[in-house]
């Protein structure tokens, strides 16, 4: 993470929030942010089973947490496909043409 020129986090949303293994890892690089870190952009791609918009809220809120220690990185942009409960779901969902657009813009 520290030489990366963006990060990509990408996790399904379990009760309003990350999951648990996304929220260990933020956890555990907190010594990046004392670091010469060469990151700027950070983008969230997230999954859920509701529909609804707010469903990432949550998600969101406890990633800018941690991006907000790093002074000279930001949340660029977020791709939430909502409405994903079975395999196949994903299958022509438009976040997938989103995240692609944004791949090739980072």
């Not at 010469?36 to 707010?54: K, M, N, S, W």
Request: aromatic share 10%; hydrophobic share 40%; glycine share 10%.
């Amino acid at each position: 993470m520290l030489t990366a020129d963006v990060i990509v986090f990408a996790t399904p949303v379990y009760c309003y929030g990350m999951c648990g293994q996304m929220k260990t890892m933020l956890d555990r690089s907190n010594p990046l942010i004392s670091a010469p870190y060469r990151f700027r952009d950070i983008y969230l791609l997230a999954t859920a089973a509701e529909e609804e918009t707010h469903t990432v809220d949550g998600t969101v809120t406890g990633l800018q947490g941690w991006i907000d220690c790093f002074e000279q990185a930001q949340l660029a942009e977020t791709v939430f496909a909502g409405g994903v409960t079975s395999v196949g779901d994903i299958q022509g969902h438009p976040a997938l043409n989103q995240a692609y657009e944004m791949g090739k813009h980072c």
